[in-house]
């Protein structure tokens, strides 16, 4: 029989291929604007017996996001919008519950109503916000949203975008990839500054996630390298025996 | 199989569009009142396979879950409606639209169109058609008697005539304008009809309610920016590459569990 040291390693071998997964996720979200980079770690499971412990599994996790800022690029589109230092926009997703992105590029539907990517409406201080056909936009930088026909002096008040600031800790990534907060909603923050005509890259930074895709496929290799050792052991022992037998 | 090379090859599929669309940019960046195309990123589905904050046993909480994403995709793509520049051509069918709208067109088969490209023509019935031969909208009839034309900011055709000083009006260039020009979908040909996505064309008049304005003697250049396409080329390709290791990772890993078995 096989030594149990495989089955170890094997873990090892496994959380690295899971871990690889989560780095190609980030690698292949390496142009996505406003992505935050999914953070991963190994964690250690012990095998809690009668007998004392001696061996620990490993498991692949994501303990969360890693939340700094992209790098910020000027587009001169202006519905392209980034948030200076920390803060999100509001976006209400189809169940009516509010959600959060770093992804400011909007654009509006046939209606005129402001949305961010996938079709979700961008949230207001009153609701959401609606830009009259033919106007220019532009955007203060506390977020009021403001609409000017050519050739006129007169700014309207579109509405406010609703930028928030709450506690990195409390928001859970959605499995639509927007944050959220369960069960409940981040206030207004004033202090939050926007630029218009501009739009945050993704935070991924390819270097370190190439050097992580080195070392979970050597990782893995290692691990292999173990589980072949365990096998020869396996082989050793049962040629020994057949020998005994002859 | 492993997760990672398909994960891998969502970002080598959505660069892979990314540079279709750079392409296309580049190769119109000469082409008329062209609107550059971007391609709109996002992140795939993410699959919880733990919850963090989940039991691990009867008495243990996980400290942290595991949530792995599908990648990324291209979810839409977008024409950036920046004015062009506008160029003198000297040309008097040569109208330019500074500002919002369209010019209305008449397809061959009867539908209408619209369009910022105003490299006007003559037909051999008077008629101003645009560079394809469709009829302008509201354009009117320009006889053959007539000696010169003039379009004004509002669009509307006028035409002199020998020995006369006094302009006989033509028509009126119809424009339109839509809730979300980003909607429109192209035809090729610098030509556009309007989709649910768009909204419905409404017709006014150049200067008023927001309209831009005609301009005669002019074209308007494709809003392409050459040296902001190249840096977006680079950066695509770049990201393109630094995919394709993470798939040769996988195949490695792959190799070396399928070796096992030996």
Redesign the interface.
Known sequence: MINRFAYTSMTG?SS???Q??????N???????G?RE?MN?Y?T?PINGLGADTRAFV??????TNFTTGQIET???SYDMAIKGDGFFAVRKPDGSEAYTR?G?F??????VLQA??GVPVVGTGGSITIP???LVQVAEDGAVYTQ????QFLNQAGKLKLVNPNPKDLV?????LFSIPGTQAATDDKIRVVQGAIELSNVN?AQ??VE??S??RL??LN?RS??AA?QNARSAVSLLSLSKS | MLRSLWIAKTGMDAQQTNLDLISNNLANSSTNAFKKIQANFSDLLYTTFRAGGSNSNAQNLLPSGLQIGAGSAVTSTERVNIQGPLVQTGNNLDVAIQGNGYFQIQLADGTLAYTRNGAFSLSATGQIVTNDGNVVSGAGVIPSTATGIVINVAGLVQYTTQGSTNLTQAGQLTMASFANPAGLQALGNSNFVPTPASGTAQTQIAGTNGMGTVNQYYLEQSNVNVAEEMVNLIAAQRAYEINTRAVTASDQILQRISNLGQ
Not at chain 1, 27 to 33: E, M, Q, V
Not at chain 1, 149 to 152: A, E, N, R
């Open positions: 071998a690295a291929t899971e690889l997964a989560v780095t190609s996720n690698l292949s979200n390496a142009l996505t604007p992505f999914v770690a964690r499971v498991a692949e996790t994501t303990p969360g587009t001169g589109n992804a590029r654009y509006v539907n046939e209606n005129g990517g996938r056909p033919n106007t026909l050519p050739g006129s990534r959605d499995e639509d990839g390819s996630a190439m895709v080195i979970q496929n893995n290799e292999v589980i072949q096998d």
